[in-house]
Structure formats: C-alpha cells, structure tokens
Antibody
C-alpha cells in the first residue's frame, strides 16, 4: 500500500524549533519530488515547500523562506521539514505529499499523509 | 504570492453539472499548464482530481474534468452525487517556482 505517515508535530513556544518527518512506503520514494502543505483547521490549503529527488532543488513559500528547511533521506525513505523561529501564524496541520508522477515535477500532489498538527503558543 | 480566486460556494442538484472557477494571473494560471484541482472532505487529506489543467490521475471518475482559458481555470463536475458535497481547491505553479492554492470552494448538493 502506498503510504505517507507524518510525525513530529506538537506544541512549541514562539521562536522555538520543530522537525517534522514523513515516512514513505509502498513506492519508490527516491524517484519522486515531494511537497509540504499546511492547513489551519477550517481554512484553506497553503503550499509550504518542495524538493526534488536528489535534494539539488528546493523552493519555499515566502512566508517560511529563511526559517524552514526541507530535506530528505532516500536511504530511509523519509522527508523532513526543519522549522525554526516559529510564529503563532505557523500553527496548522502539516501534510507531506508526493508529486503525481516520478522523475519530473508536475506541481500536483497525489499521495498525501494524514497530517501532523503544529501549535505555536506560549 | 496571492492566493488564486475561487467562489466561496457553488451549488447544484443531483444529476446536474456545475463548474468551479479559479482565477489567477499571467504569473501563474495564465502562464503555465500546471493547474491542479483537489477535493477535500472534512477531517481528511486532499485528493488529487485533475493535474496539468485537464489530466485525471488513474482512479478518478470521468465526471470530473478541467479546462483553462487565459488566467482562469475551471473544474466541471457532471452527474452530481451527494458524495460530491465537500470542499474543492485549485492550485497552480507560479513564475517564482512555487505553488499557490486557491481559497477553496464549498460545493453543496441540494
């Protein structure tokens, strides 16, 4: 079964850090571009970041640039999102997702995890 | 990057067809064919319905179709079913090498 499972969410104080993980199974993780998307409950989807198969290409939404870092370990079939200098407005459910086809980015997210909740509050 | 513009809500009767619009600019929707559509039921992860304007991933019903004209993309749903009642989002690649989503549209099946 093709599956993505996020972990690492929780409660953190403003200015703090958190690292999210996304474990992939059931497909050749190393072939796919990967994305992080977040959503405040009851609100819309917001794209956060993406990374290509060998980590040579990354991009970020302006709202997280310079604070968040996306990375991956293909040997462990795992995607990461390092989040630093966290703000209240980063509070959301964070989803990881794989692109629709291997090798190229179609900027379309096909397989999604169940999400992990991040709350930034004092 | 501003969110793409979608109507907050649309409605239709069972068996009818509806269209949801998604308006951007020449820097996103109008400039590239990487427009996607997603369906999201409450408490669930989004599901990809359409990518590259009009392509359907395997397993997606052919009742869902996509198109684009200028800076506006559209999702059409034919033969409305009660289970189609939920939220829909569009997204597009942008000239900043990022992705931007629309604000979402709530579909009500009357």
């Amino acid at each position: 079964e093709v599956q993505l499972v996020e972990s690492g969410g929780g409660l953190v104080q403003p200015g703090g850090s958190l690292r999210l993980s996304c474990a992939a199974s059931g497909f050749t993780f190393s072939f796919y571009w990967m994305h992080w998307v977040r959503q405040v409950p009851g609100k819309g989807l917001v794209w956060v970041s993406r990374i290509n198969s060998d980590e040579s290409i990354t991009s970020y939404a302006d709202s997280v640039k310079g604070r968040f870092t996306i990375s991956r370990d293909n040997a462990k079939n795992t995607l990461y999102l390092q989040m630093n200098s966290l703000r209240a407005e980063d509070t959301a459910v964070y989803y990881c997702a794989s692109d629709v086809h291997p090798y190229y980015s179609y900027y379309a997210m096909d397989v999604w995890g169940q999400g992990t909740s991040v709350t930034v509050s004092s | 990057q501003s969110a793409l513009t979608q109507p907050a809500s649309v409605s239709g009767s069972p068996g009818q067809s509806i269209t949801i619009s998604c308006t951007g600019t020449s820097s996103d929707v109008g400039g590239y064919d990487h427009v996607s559509w997603y369906q999201q039921h409450p408490g669930k992860a989004p599901k990809l319905l359409i990518y590259d304007v009009s392509k359907r991933p395997s397993g997606v019903s052919d009742r869902f179709s996509g198109s684009k004209s200028g800076n506006t993309a559209s999702l059409a749903i034919s033969g409305l079913l009660a289970e189609d009642e939920t939220d829909y989002y569009c997204s597009s690649y942008t000239n900043s090498r990022t992705v931007v989503f629309g604000g979402g549209t709530k579909l009500t099946v009357l």
